[in-house]
Nanobody, 115 residues
Framework: QVQLVESGGDLVQPGGSLRLSCAAS????????MGWYRQPPGKQRELVAT???????NYSDSVKGRFTIIRDNAKNTVSLQMTSLKPEDTAVYYC?????????WGQGTQVTVSS
């Protein structure tokens, strides 16, 4: 059974930092295209960052230069380091694992950026 469990979401002030973590079980993250997505209140889910099996990364324009996606094969985790957070980063953040026809999602973790 595949499980992706996100953690690290919190309430943070603008300009602050957070690190989200996605712990995987049932799959080897090194063999999957891993990603972080988010769903702001009242909006559709959107891509935040991805990392391929080969280690190539991709970021949405809105987070480029502020967020970093990190895969730890030894711990079987994928993290999202977020800095210079803005109120518009407020959303539920989801971890995703994809390989061929398989796609798995976590339950999400809430990030709220507010003063």
């Amino acid at each position: 059974q595949v499980q992706l469990v996100e953690s690290g979401g919190d309430l943070v002030q603008p300009g602050g930092s957070l690190r989200l973590s996605c712990a995987a079980s049932g799959i080897n993250v090194a063999l999957y295209h891993m990603g972080w997505y988010r769903q702001p209140p009242g909006k559709q889910r959107e891509l935040v960052a991805t990392i391929t099996r080969g280690g190539s990364t991709n970021y949405s324009d809105s987070v480029k230069g502020r967020f970093t996606i990190i895969r730890d094969n030894a711990k079987n985790t994928v993290s999202l380091q977020m800095t210079s957070l803005k109120p518009e980063d407020t959303a539920v953040y989801y971890c995703n694992a994809e390989r061929v026809v398989s796609s798995y999602w976590g339950q999400g973790t809430q990030v709220t950026v507010s003063s």
